[in-house]
């Protein structure tokens, strides 16, 4: 925790600012009798940004570098939640949705790009795993916040909001030093997946698995009857 405290807060609160916004938006459809169909596109959406994001994401870091990049996106981000407040269009939620997806997939390369570069070798290990147990940390924080708001109002969108503001801070402030310029790589796909077929393979199921999950089972937990701090409990536990 000593080596990178400033990226392990930073990832702490926007982690649980968005794993809060995740679990708001299926219970809020939920709750407005909004069918299981779009509450699952709209996660697809998430995952949509975040598979376009890693393109964007290199030409941002590689333009302004890594804190610019961050705090640009961040702020994206937490513009798009604040929207959500002001219309509850399912269309301009699908885009919105897609947008926080590009956005976050360039926050999570600057993390874990500067945590890959300058942790050593034999600390790599330890490093990305506090980063992981910040990650749900993080994700456990945000249910809880959200079971102090059954009515699911405006309340838990500036509570989000606020958590994705306090993420720039830590990481605008450091005083650790900044990563290299990105260099440009060029990856096969198709040889990348020959080199480990099963890891990716692997990686895809969870995936599917995962998405799926954090998408519905808010809705699946609320339709099964169980009050908002059961469902925060439910989510928190998995």
Known sequence: MKSFPSLYFTNLFLV???????????????????S????????????????????????????????????????????????HGISDNIYIWLVLRLVVGLGMMCNYMVLESWLNEQAAPEQRGRVFSFYMLTSYLGMVVGQFALSQFPQLGYA???????????????????????????????????????????????????GIINGSFYGLA????????????????????T
């Open 16 to 34: 649980g600012g968005t794993g809060l916004l995740t679990t708001y938006l299926a219970l809020y459809l939920g709750q407005h009798n909004v």
């Open 218 to 237: 808010p809705t699946f937990a609320s339709q099964a009857g169980l009050n908002a701090k059961e469902i925060a409990m439910y989510m928190s536990v």
């Open 156 to 206: 838990p969108l500036f509570l989000i909001c606020i958590a994705l503001s306090f993420g720039i801070v830590p990481i605008s402030i450091t005083r650790r030093i900044h990563p290299k310029p990105l260099k440009p790589l060029q990856v096969s796909l198709w040889g990348y997946f020959k080199r480990v077929p099963q890891s990716l393979t692997a990686v895809c199921f969870a």
């Open 36 to 83: 299981t169909f779009w509450i699952g596109l709209l996660t697809s959406f998430y995952y949509i940004g975040l598979l376009f994001g890693s393109k964007l994401g290199y030409h941002l870091i590689k333009s302004v570098g890594h804190i610019r990049a961050f705090s640009a996106s961040t702020a994206v981000v937490t513009a798009c939640v604040a929207s």
